[in-house]
T-cell receptor
Framework: KAGVTQTPRYLIKTRGQQVTLSCSPI?????VSWYQQTPGQGLQFLFE???????NKGNFPGRFSGRQFSNSRSEMNVSTLELGDSALYLC???????????????FGPGTRLTVL | GESVGLHLPTLSVQEGDNSIINCAYS??????FIWYKQESGKGPQFIID?????DKRQGQRVTVLLNKTVKHLSLQIAATQPGDSAVYFC????????????FGSGTRLLVRP
């Protein structure tokens, strides 16, 4: 069974540009979460999608957005990039994210974004 | 590793010894806790989890202990191996209706041969 895949693995952008990152969850998984990882702030939750709906959002500015498609694949977009957006962006998928029976989140390898 | 902090607390152990990694969590209402392992260049990998109605859970070579009184979580690794060298994160669910994980800052484990 293939794991979570993220594309691209590495990306270099300049300030002011926008970027779109893609995540393909494990087959059958319907919940996709996004996290930002930086040396200073650690792993921080961005948002979570289930059945094409955003169920929860972390404390990030509106420049960070995402969406989920009917096949559960997800994309996140960052507009007007800032130097501080340089980070490893991780995607995680789980079966359904049911709070009553918490499902393990499987992480992808991440996309390393560098903003110059 | 490229994905973790430069100033993480580090635990250095001799190969074959037992390791204990500690974590203080933030929310007394959190009902689910997970330990993740992250190797350089990879995403976090699930190790073991525990629900708040338990105080101990064992896996293969790993044990998680939960002390809700002091909001403390620990991961014990038996007979530590070189392949255990990585950064370890604890995570909690926060206890609210959201679906997010709240991660600790991480501990780097170095296994000396």
């Amino acid at each position: 069974k293939a794991g979570v895949t993220q594309t691209p693995r590495y990306l270099i952008k300049t300030r002011g540009q926008q970027v779109t990152l893609s995540c393909s969850p494990i087959s059958g998984h319907r919940s996709v979460s996004w996290y930002q990882q930086t040396p200073g702030q650690g792993l921080q939750f961005l948002f979570e999608y289930f059945s094409e709906t955003q169920r929860n959002k972390g404390n990030f500015p509106g420049r960070f957005s995402g969406r989920q498609f009917s096949n559960s694949r997800s994309e996140m977009n960052v507009s007007t990039l800032e130097l501080g957006d340089s980070a490893l962006y991780l995607c995680a998928s789980s079966l359904d994210g049911d709070r009553a029976t918490y499902n393990e989140q499987f992480f992808g390898p991440g996309t390393r974004l560098t903003v110059l | 590793g490229e994905s973790v902090g430069l100033h993480l607390p580090t635990l250095s152990v001799q190969e074959g010894d037992n390791s204990i990694i500690n974590c203080a969590y933030s929310n007394s209402a959190s009902d689910y806790f997970i330990w993740y392992k992250q190797e350089s260049g990879k995403g976090p990998q699930f190790i073991i989890d525990i629900r708040s109605n338990m105080d101990k859970r064992q896996g293969q070579r790993v044990t998680v202990l939960l002390n809700k009184t002091v909001k403390h979580l620990s991961l014990q690794i038996a007979a530590t191996q070189p392949g255990d060298s990585a950064v370890y994160f604890c995570a909690e669910t926060g206890g609210d209706s959201s679906y997010k994980l709240i991660f600790g800052s991480g501990t780097r484990l170095l296994v000396r041969p």
